[in-house]
């Protein structure tokens, strides 16, 4: 642009600064609207973990397990027996009959071996798998909406970047008409066209750009809106809402750093670098949740193995009986007993009960080879990308910019010293822009691609449980 004027200066010094004027006035009448919203990567981020309402379901749900744990622990609830035993249907005399007599009957049964206890633990350890869930859940949450975020900021990088090449080339089609005007320049009617339907070509990808940004907008607002946060609670209310109308993200391209960056660059020297992943996945929280259902998984089996143990039940019953005919009182009668089951048909019940237990944990142990090979294979996915793309981001940075920016300069000085032809100006202008579009992707595809990566080394932390409102016969409390 400086080019431009430079060779043309004395000729257009006039019309540029009415231009210059008149944008100054757009963007003043711009700036005195409504301030624009900002929000920051980690601003994005912490709203969605804290407007989360998965996280709260997840806390209700081990909660309502660790009651029932409690519950599963407690002896059964004894049995009372009231009836009238021996009653005369002639004469209906409570005294006539010896034999008659008021009973008053309890119950207590006493589960399988170490049933109680057993069933307890069991659901203690399924209930401790739902903290490494909502540690997993906000991991995830920090990847989706840190790349919906870049999504974002790419799209507006893009339109900042066309709307300051579309400005040279307005300029350039105005150049290019003073030019054909004064004759002072070699321009043609077709250079002007060409001008005209570049900057047409423009307005398009301007168009098609701000729809995805609106589109990637309220994408993210599904994260980080307000909407339906009164109904529940994770640590600080939000202070503010959101408007997606006038919201933008800051300019500067957030650097993410890796975790574990030596396990990237180092694989053909590292002899164990199989194990290394296998140890930093081994700790990742889903795994951590996996192991907990695998430990209760055992417990069943154990659970099961009680089978075998009969079940015992104590029974007490008073009897009353009343005065005989002559008057002569009848003692009461005392009642103690006990009953238990006999489990020595096992063959078609108890022992195929027990093998059930046992495939069922040995299913869940494979669910856990399987979420770690998944996890090492996209894992090296996600790595050939991040290492490819590094590529491509030196070769831009480091040659093609600098190349597309000596071409653009070279033809455009050609063209203005009568040398060189407008099409060829329009098209090394076009790849500079192109260029710089495909570096800006690159640039945020790789910071994506590393959000992605630290997920896999999503730290396992301490049970942590979270605050949320209590729901009781469907009264906040």
Known sequence: MSLIYKKLGEIYTQYILIVVMSFIGISAAVYAAEPVQTLSLEEAVYLSQSNDPWLVSNQFQQDAIQSESIAAGTLPDPKISVGLANLSINTFDFGQEAMTQMKIGVTQMFPRGDSLSLRQQQLELTAE?????????????????????FDVYK????????????????????????????????????????????????????????????????????????????EYRIGHEQDYEL????????????????????????????????????????????????????????????????????????????????????????????????????????????????????????????????????????????????????????????????????????????????KGDFAEVVRSLIAQLNTQLDALAINVDLQKVKVQLNYFFTPKVGPVSISHKSYVDGEVK
């Open 155 to 230: 799209a507006q990088e893009s339109i900042a970047l066309i709307e300051r090449n579309r400005n040279l080339f307005e300029q350039l089609s105005d150049v290019v008409k003073a030019g054909y005007s004064s004759a002072l320049v070699k321009s043609n009617q077709q250079d002007i066209i060409r001008a005209q339907l570049e900057v047409t070509r423009l307005e398009d990808k301007l168009t098609v750009l701000a729809q995805q940004e609106d589109m990637f907008k309220q994408k993210l607002s599904e994260w980080v809106g307000k909407a339906f946060v009164d």
């Open 243 to 418: 408007l997606f109308s006038t919201f933008t993200v800051p300019n500067i391209l957030p650097q993410i750093k890796l975790t574990n960056p030596n396990l990237y660059f180092d694989e053909e020297k590292s002899q164990h670098y199989q194990q290394s992943l296998y140890e930093a996945f081994s700790v990742h929280p889903l795994i951590s949740a996996l192991e907990q259902r695998i430990e209760s998984s055992r417990k069943g089996v154990e659970l099961k193995k009680q089978l075998y143990k009969p079940e015992w039940g104590v029974n007490a019953g008073y009897s009353y009986r009343g005065n005989d005919p002559m008057g002569n009182s009848r003692d009461d009668l005392l009642s103690i007993g006990v009953s238990f089951d006999l489990p020595i048909f096992t063959s078609s019940k108890q022992d195929k009960q027990v093998q059930a237990a046992i495939y069922q944990s040995e299913s869940i142990k494979t669910e856990k080879w399987l979420l770690l090979r998944n996890m090492m294979a996209s894992y090296g996915t996600a790595k050939a990308q991040l290492l490819k793309l590094e590529q491509r981001q030196t070769l831009y940075n480091d040659f093609l910019l600098p190349q597309m920016q000596d071409q653009a300069d070279a033809s455009l000085t050609a063209y203005t010293n009568d």
């Open 129 to 149: 798998q739902y903290p490494f869930l909502r540690q997993d859940r906000r991991a995830k949450l920090s990847v989706t909406t840190a790349q919906i975020w």
